[in-house]
């Protein structure tokens, strides 16, 4: 890391110069509103700028007289000659955007956001970083993009460590992430315990550093015709950053109050820790008004390769601590886990000729990670067999550590062939590498023998994709027709790595692993119990869980879309692919937008979609300590491909087959712009993960059973409302804007796929109930900014709907029949109300060089209701998908530019 720091202050002290032929001035539309990040270079060489937010810039430039280069996303190119150092201030018409981008959603070059026939939303994240002291690509999009949901768990084991986020309150693994329009592998995780995802996989967004991010487009519908496997709820692409003007960064300094509101300590008195900053019995510095402090720092640098290209490099360091929140005597460390993160990122082009450029990006990411799992009690003849007296007389929590490493690389040529096709060619690798470290732990069947930390080994996930893309626009067919095809290749391959042995094992007398119950005696403590094995918290994998598993899967597509009119647009695309292990596919897309009225435009699109079942998905297994009726239940996570599986009748796993319809309007005139798309999205053979199945007659070494399954057929509805204006105040640059972001979404379960099995054993009413509450029924955001001279002001508003969610009471308790359901729900029913939050955060231009920020996050400190109970599926505040349990986050930025 200090080499790597080294480098960046030399090439930030190799940057920083004088400009003494210097352009400045404001870049407009045609209606007179400043345009915020046109691209400004000089011609011929690598030096550029973007304008701010009143459409500003300034730029030195090597020599008079130069040409200056504009160009922005859906407006034309514009080059002016300057003779001299002056004002030059420019307007731009709307048109073709810049030829080497594309706004995901569309292969046509021609193609901006607005126009497209398709919901995007473009959300400039550097921005939003600095604005709102958010460290997490998580954090951003949340508050950002009206269907996104994410919050962050505890007690989840692997989700406390990577966070499960979702598009329309479908899976984690129903949205397909791109970087620069490349596919981005996935985490090695699976969600198996936690409220949100269960049985899922998922992208780990955070591993990708926020300051690297030029804009993130996030393509609100179907398109597994376009990009393959997964883009069920739609697309999220990141862009990377590829300027060249210097050194930019931040540092961000910030703190979560621990004030959670009045009543819990006259109703719950010391049985409950963690109240209002006191009582942390898990904390070594005892009470306190504030926790979580997070401290960020980011820099990114760029600088031109000759006058044909350039390299762009990010790096952040992320370090966060733990909170606490209200938790009963089992659940002490109720709160989000402790980070500790180093990332990298680089972007670059170097052209190799006149029509051919060589593109390259790539990262590598390591986070440490530390989150406490349910608390065991005190051993005793009646007490907690779990903890060994001589080290724990009192009890322990248990740590869940983790090592996450990811790295990723991408290298690529694109050419553009005489025939004026344009070819892409490129190879993308990336890997995911999770490996679990339990600290604070035991096993218990060791008595004082055992060790307190212990390796219980991971899990990895690998990709390779090669792809070969063609694109052509035909100008002089009717009013314009691009055509695209191509081809990929992509491998995978998923492993499970064993864990020390006592982390996984129970012992004998003799202190020796049990391979033969029948042989050999159990352990008894001096209580005369019989623990179970393992390491408390999480247990290890063992070489029998220990997975290498590969697949293959090759596709072809192809893409058109056709300008019938200046007015009419139509697109269509068709994609084949076959994997090694479950068959092939064939899905469709058909889209339309049709120009009402200067402004006003209708789209519509259907489509056919599907995702894989993961490698994770058919191989994962785990036997674990699941803690029912205050007691340890052994129970077995069996692969979709074991012989328990088949016993059962659960069926080897196929894609998930989608369906979507999606209708809409987009309004823009002057500095008003507005989007209204109503979907319509069903899928059938959901993967889930089922409930517990009695296995005690099994000789499995289990006395439960649960299973990954095609288990349900889902329905989701909604609306997306997106609008925003931006005026002006003067002739200076000063002004305001105000949006509102808005998503009403609703989930059912049409059908589940139980077999002959238990209908209530199956997929019960407490798992269907956070499947169909993935997201609220409606998440509302209304924001408003301002900037006078250098200073600016943000204020956001984001309103979350009822949340009604079944609690433990249904797994301590299970129902087998509609009649035993139907009691429970009276008692198990949790309705967390509607509820807002509200986002302050103020900045000053201290110089050209540094802008200070400061701000409150929740500056209203509101939490999930109802009232604490003990019953959540995490055992702390809430389970719902709200604004968290954090609660207020105080925070202060300070941004630099050289």
């Not at 062939?417 to 892409?424: C, Q, R, Y």
């Not at 087959?657 to 899928?683: C, E, P, R």
């Not at 005026?727 to 589940?752: D, K, P, Q, S």
Request: aromatic share 10%; charged share 20%.
């Amino acid at each position: 890391m200090k080499r790597l720091y080294t480098l960046f202050l030399m090439l930030i002290l190799s940057h920083v110069m004088i400009g003494q032929n210097t352009v400045t001035g404001t870049v407009t539309d045609v209606f007179g509103d400043p345009l915020i990040g046109v691209n400004v270079s000089e011609k011929g060489t690598s030096t550029g700028t973007t304008t701010g937010i009143s459409g500003e810039y300034s730029l030195d430039v090597s020599e008079f007289p130069t040409t200056l280069e504009f160009s922005y996303i859906g407006f034309g190119n514009l080059e002016v000659e300057v003779s001299e150092a002056r004002t030059l201030d420019v307007t731009l018409d709307e048109g073709v955007q810049l030829n080497e981008v594309q706004v995901v959603g569309s292969r046509s070059y021609g193609r901006s956001s607005t126009d497209s026939p398709v919901a995007v939303d473009v959300i400039n994240v550097s921005d939003l970083a600095a604005q709102t002291g958010k460290v997490e690509i998580n954090q951003i999009l949340q508050y950002a993009a009206p269907s996104f949901n994410a919050t962050k768990q505890s007690g989840s084991d692997g989700a406390d460590h990577v966070d499960p986020a979702s598009l329309r309150g479908l899976g984690p693994d129903q949205t397909l992430v791109l970087i620069n329009g490349k596919r981005r592998h996935q985490s090695s995780l699976v969600n198996v315990f936690g409220t949100r995802g269960r049985g899922n996989s998922g992208t780990d967004l955070n591993a990708i550093p926020a300051s690297a991010i030029k804009r993130i487009e996030v393509l609100r519908d179907g398109a597994s015709a376009q990009y393959g496997s997964d883009a069920i709820a739609g697309v999220i692409n990141i862009v990377l950053k590829d300027k060249t003007d210097g050194v930019t960064g931040g540092v961000t300094y910030g703190a979560y109050s621990t004030a959670v509101g009045e009543g819990y300590e006259e109703e719950y008195g010391d049985a409950l820790f963690n109240v209002d900053g006191t009582n942390r019995a898990l904390d070594p510095d005892g009470d306190k008004s504030y926790d979580g402090i997070t401290t960020k720092v980011d820099l990114n640098y760029g600088v031109g390769l000759g006058d044909d290209g350039y390299i762009n490099f990010t790096t952040e360091y992320l370090s966060k601590d733990r909170t606490l929140r209200p938790g009963f005597a089992w659940r002490q460390g109720y709160g989000s886990a402790a980070v500790d993160q180093f990332q990298f990122m680089v972007n670059g082009s170097k052209a190799l000729g006149n029509n051919t450029d060589l593109y390259f990006f790539g990262g590598s990411g390591d986070r440490d990670t530390d989150a406490f799992a349910f608390s065991r009690g005190a051993p005793g003849a009646d007490g907690d067999s779990r903890a060994v007296s001589s080290l724990y007389p009192n009890g322990f929590t248990p740590r869940i550590t983790s090592i996450i490493k990811d790295n990723s690389a991408t290298v690529g040529v694109r050419h553009d062939l005489e025939s004026g096709w344009k070819a892409d060619f490129s190879h993308s690798y990336g890997k995911n590498d999770f490996h679990y470290f339990i600290k604070g732990s035991n096993n218990a069947s060791l008595g004082s023998a055992s060790p307190t930390e212990f390796d219980a080994g991971g899990h990895s996930l690998a990709m390779n994709v090669t792809g070969l893309d063609f694109t052509k626009n035909f100008s002089d067919i009717m009013s314009g027709l691009n055509l695209a095809f191509g081809t990929e290749y992509r491998s995978e391959n998923f492993v499970i790595f064993a864990g020390q042995e006592a982390s996984y094992a129970a012992y004998d007398v003799n202190g020796v692993a049990i391979t033969d119950a029948s042989t050999q005696s159990p352990f008894l403590n001096e209580f005369g119990q019989q623990p179970s094995g393992g390491s408390q918290g999480f247990p290890g994998y063992s070489p029998s869980n220990e997975v290498d598993q590969n697949r293959s899967n090759i596709s072809l597509y192809g893409d058109a879309e056709l300008n019938v009119s200046e007015e009419f647009l139509l697109a269509g695309a068709v994609r084949y692919e076959n994997y090694s292990d479950f068959g092939n596919t064939l899905n469709y897309k058909l889209a339309t937008r049709y120009k009402l009225m200067d402004g006003l435009s209708l789209r519509a699109s259907a489509s056919s979609g599907f995702r894989a079942p993961s490698l994770a998905q058919i191989h994962y297994n785990l036997l674990f300590n699941n803690i029912v009726a205050g007691s340890s239940l052994r129970t077995l996570l069996a692969s979709n491909t074991s012989t328990v599986a088949k016993g059962f009748g659960i069926d080897p796993l196929q894609e998930e087959k989608a369906t979507n319809l999606a209708v809409g309007f987009t309004f823009k005139k002057g500095g008003l712009t507005a989007t209204i798309d109503a979907y319509s999205i069903n899928v059938d053979d959901r993967i889930v993960l089922t409930d517990v199945f009695d296995a005690s007659d099994l000789n499995v070494g289990a006395d439960a059973a649960q299973f990954f399954s095609n288990g349900v057929d889902t329905k989701t509805t909604g609306v997306d409302v997106v609008v925003s204006y931006r005026g002006y105040i003067g002739t200076n640059g000063n002004g305001y804007n105000v949006g509102v972001a808005a998503n009403f979404n609703n989930t059912e379960i049409e059908n589940i796929n139980n077999g002959d099995l238990n209908q209530f054993t199956f997929f019960g009413p407490f798992s269907q109930a956070y499947l169909e509450a993935a997201a609220p029924d409606y998440k509302i955001g209304l924001n408003a900014g301002f900037n006078l001279s250098k200073l600016d002001v943000q204020l956001n508003y984001t309103l979350f709907s009822e949340v009604i969610l079944q609690d433990f009471q249904w797994v301590d308790s299970p129902a087998t029949n509609q009649a035993e359901a139907d009691v429970l729900r009276q008692v198990a029913t949790d309705v967390y109300e509607t509820a807002g939050t509200l986002d302050l955060s103020l900045g000053y231009q201290l110089s050209n060089t540094f802008k200070l920020t400061v701000g409150a996050n929740n500056l209203l400190n509101t939490y999930p209701t109802p009232q604490f109970d003990g019953w959540t599926d995490q055992g702390g505040f809430n389970d719902s998908v709200q604004m968290g349990s954090d609660g207020m986050y105080l925070f202060t930025r300070l941004g630099f530019n050289f």
